[in-house]
């Protein structure tokens, strides 16, 4: 069974520069959800999907940042405009019908200079 | 709301043994332990409900105190290949909606 498949592994951009990360959960998993992983720290949950839906994006900071999920399966979240602060891992994960375990992708790795 | 975890890190010799603790101001509904690797995505290892369970398997187990809100993470003669960073993640009722909130982590560093 593949795991949670995130792309791209790094980005280095400039600031004020877009940026867009793409997840692919595990194949029938309805619960996705991006974290943000700041160096030392662990994952932050920047929001998280039922199928299409966003049930949860109390985290997610709408002035740039946004997300889709638009068939239920694949997703973007996007940087727009970037920030220095914004540097750091982007991590995707899904569950199954129970939600409890979650798999996490590798992880996309922004630099922003 | 975010757990507190310690030790924030340790360094063992391949067969010590070591404790990771984890702690939360928050009534829990479960707790959830990961491994991360640097540069590598965190991979789960256990989840403990709510009722004071244990788990565990091989060498690695935990346990779950629902009263005092703990979750402490147990190794036991420690291999090579558990060097990395242990994150618990606990899960409350928050607004009516699970959330899986992870602590600082703890790195384990195990030396031969």
């Known amino acids: 069974e593949a795991g949670v498949v995130q792309s791209p592994r790094y980005k280095i951009i400039e600031k004020k520069q877009p940026v867009a990360f793409w997840c692919n959960p595990i194949s029938g998993h309805n619960t996705l959800y991006w974290y943000r992983q700041n160096l030392g720290q662990g994952p932050e949950l920047l929001i998280r999907y039922e199928n299409e839906e966003a049930v949860d994006d109390s985290q997610l900071p709408k002035d740039r940042f946004s997300a889709e999920r638009l068939k239920g399966v694949d997703s973007t979240l996007k940087i727009q405009p970037a920030e220095l602060g914004d540097s750091a891992v982007y991590l995707c994960?899904?569950?199954?019908?129970?939600?409890?375990?979650?798999?996490f992708g590798p992880g996309t790795r922004l630099l922003v200079l | 709301q975010q757990p507190v975890q310690s030790p924030q890190a340790v360094i063992l010799r391949e067969g010590e043994d070591a404790v990771i603790n984890c702690s939360s101001s928050k009534a829990l509904y479960s707790v959830h332990w990961y491994r991360q690797k640097h540069g590598e995505a965190p991979v789960f290892l256990m989840i403990l409900l709510k009722g004071g369970e244990q788990k565990g398997h091989d060498k690695i187990s935990a346990s779950f105190n629902e009263k005092k809100q703990q979750s402490s993470l147990y190794l036991t003669a420690s291999q090579l290949s558990y060097s990395g960073t242990y994150f618990c993640g606990t899960v409350g009722r928050i607004q009516g909606a699970q959330k899986l909130v992870f602590g600082q982590g703890t790195r384990l560093t195990i030396n031969p």
């Open positions: 994960a899904s569950s199954g019908r129970n939600q409890e375990t979650q798999y």
